[in-house]
């Protein structure tokens, strides 16, 4: 069962370190630009993950999560539902310690099968907005200008 508590959640954000970003825009407008601001401010190391761009935020992107030359402690995922299938196994692969799936991504099966690998799994939220919410950082100036449709 995906975490919802406010202790569980504190208790990946503040257990993790490295996350890779699958989904990271250059584009100031995506959340996913505006996440990984966020997250690179509070002093996290962010891996930004799109094979379409060199560079997101200063950060050196990879095509994908088999990519990744370094522990990864949180996969942080900024993909359609049905993608996030097989990025829980991607995540399984590295050897994460979590997956987060953002708002609007629900993958019940992929979280199943996260979690019996012992991943943590947090689905449907976002840390950029749980991080304020409980008291571990200021709210992010970096909100993109409009909601992805």
């Not at 761009?53 to 999560?65: F, P």
């Not at 990744?68 to 990025?87: H, Q, T, W």
């Not at 399984?92 to 099968?113: C, F, M, T, Y």
Request: aromatic content about 2%.
């Amino acid at each position: 069962m995906p975490i919802n508590s406010d202790d569980g959640i504190r208790e990946v954000l503040s257990s993790t370190r490295t996350i890779a970003l699958v989904g990271a825009s250059p584009n100031p407008e995506r959340a996913s630009h505006a996440v990984m601001h966020y997250m690179l401010d509070r002093g996290y190391r962010v891996i930004p993950v799109n094979p379409n761009v060199k560079e997101v935020l200063g950060q050196k992107t990879v095509a994908s999560l088999k990519d990744i030359r370094e522990p990864v402690d949180m996969v942080d995922v900024f993909r359609r539902s049905e993608a996030a299938g097989p990025l829980c196994d991607e995540a399984i692969a590295i050897g994460a310690k979590s997956v987060w799936l953002q708002l609007g991504v629900i993958n019940e099966e992929g979280a199943r099968r996260a979690e019996a690998a012992g991943l943590k799994v947090v689905m449907d939220r976002c840390p950029a907005i749980d991080m304020p919410r409980l008291g571990m950082g200021p709210p992010n100036p970096h909100k993109p200008k409009r909601a992805r449709k």
